[in-house]
């Protein structure tokens, strides 16, 4: 028997210029007393948008409506935390509340849904994607909202997690004003994007190589790929970060004229062959390298100092260096499991430590003087006494002694002169993380 609960407006997310929209009177819950399931239909008009929904209860003393939280919402399947098009048929989603909210009763009006339109140009902050799966990315409001908790091994095997930097419009200074005053100037972006939380896993790259069948040169035959890495064939190897895949693996040829950042247009085409390439059409997202520029605004997390957790965190525990990292099996060092160090206040972790990270810009030895929007990097390197096609890395590595910094040492002519690899270097110290434009897809 199915028993009507109640028919609520609708909470809609209208963006500045598109603009989806949900039926205000249209919405309808009911709950099913046999399957013991609820029921939310919706209509969606205008344009397509990305729909997330949020359970509500009335608080009997007070008389207001207070959501239940994301992490009783995990079992929310059906027409819900993806892209939906409008259309002229009803859309439904499906919740059990005997298994995310068992402490609970869903009886009687006091109990309603919201649901919310976001514009695909303006999605919600967490984008989550299978691996396995051909285009399945589920995008979620709230960190909570993430089925089982972004820390679950899944989401360091099967799925791969991206959370929005707040970045549009915001001007803020790059560089170290008293390591490198040189190099300071302020950038602006004009747009949000996505970054993955975690650097790439070995598990994560091998099932996104398998799905996305990459070919390259030593690595044809897929079902028997082995990851790159050192680090491998330990027990946790499955969820340190790979390393030892090149800027050149992931994006193609960087000294072709056709896939040379940033000189080729439209700026993040890449050869259709690469891993990146091939990722992208399984995905249904463009994936690519961030900028030096994304990448220390995201490691920041709106801070400003050259170490950018909090005050009294110490450096061990912002990220795995050598005096923190090296074991009786490698005095040098070696990489951990991503997580395992403190997240930064927007969500990012091992931002600091485990492997270096590859960006999309060339190095050069000081950054320029001008303030810039949106930054590509200049358009060669420029490497006094060395090969002029490196690009940069950002981050630090676990063979380094505490080098806790979002910045990146610039130098002199004489002195350290920051973290370049050529393109084509395979290295136990570096990987990557993913980055987007925020775009729903």
Not at 49 to 65: K, L, R
Not at 338 to 346: A, S
Request: charge should be negative; proline fraction near 6%; include cysteine.
């Amino acid at each position: 028997m199915k028993t009507k609960l109640l028919a609520m407006p609708l909470a809609a997310s209208l963006a500045a210029l598109a603009m989806p929209r949900v039926d205000q009177e249209g919405v309808a819950v009911s709950y099913d007393d046999q399957m013991r399931k609820m029921s939310i239909s919706y209509r969606l008009d205008d344009e397509p948008a990305v729909i997330t929904i949020d359970i509500q209860t009335n608080n009997t003393e007070t008389g207001a409506w207070e959501s239940i939280g994301g992490a009783s919402l995990a079992s929310m399947v059906g027409d819900v935390n993806k892209v939906v098009t409008n259309s002229t048929d009803r859309r439904t989603a499906y919740w059990i509340p005997g298994k995310d909210w068992p402490e609970r009763l869903v009886t009687g009006t006091g109990v309603r849904a919201v649901v919310k339109a976001w514009a695909t140009n303006a999605p919600p902050d967490w984008m989550v994607v299978d691996l396995l799966t051909t285009n399945c990315v589920r995008y979620y409001a709230t960190e909570e909202s993430i089925p089982l908790g972004v820390s679950n091994r899944l989401y360091k095997t099967e799925k791969l997690v991206m959370r929005k930097v707040p970045a549009a419009g915001i001007e803020w200074r790059m560089g170290i004003e008293d390591w490198q005053p040189a190099s300071l100037h302020f950038v602006t972006f004009t747009e949000d994007y996505y970054l993955g939380i975690y650097e790439m896993t070995q598990e994560q790259y091998r099932n996104a190589y398998k799905s996305s069948k990459v070919s390259m040169p030593g690595n044809s035959t897929i079902p028997d790929f082995s990851v790159p890495s050192v680090f491998k064939n330990l027990a946790d190897s499955a969820i340190r970060p790979v390393e030892r895949v090149s800027y050149a693996d992931l994006r193609g040829d960087p000294n072709s004229t056709v896939y040379d950042w940033p000189h080729h247009l439209p700026l993040h085409d890449v050869d259709p062959d690469s891993f990146l390439g091939k990722f992208r059409d399984f995905t249904g997202v463009e994936f690519d390298l961030p900028t030096e520029a994304q990448w220390e605004y995201a490691c920041r997390a709106g801070e400003q100092g050259r170490a950018v957790y909090w005050e009294g965190v110490s450096w061990g525990n912002a990220g795995w260096w050598l005096t923190n990292s090296a074991s009786e099996a490698y005095p040098k060092g070696e990489t951990h499991p991503v997580g395992t160090i403190m997240r930064n206040k927007w969500g990012f972790c091992d931002m600091h430590g485990n492997v270096d990270e590859w960006c999309l810009d060339y190095w050069v030895q000081y950054m320029p003087d001008d303030d810039v929007v949106d930054p590509v990097g200049p358009p060669a390197a420029t490497i006094v006494g060395s090969t002029t096609d490196r690009r940069v890395v950002r981050g630090g590595n676990f063979t380094e002694v505490n080098d806790v910094n979002s910045a990146l040492y610039r130098g002199s002519a004489g002195g350290r002169m920051g973290n370049r690899e050529s393109p084509g270097g395979r290295y136990s110290v570096h990987g990557f993380r993913l980055c987007s434009p925020a775009m729903a897809r």
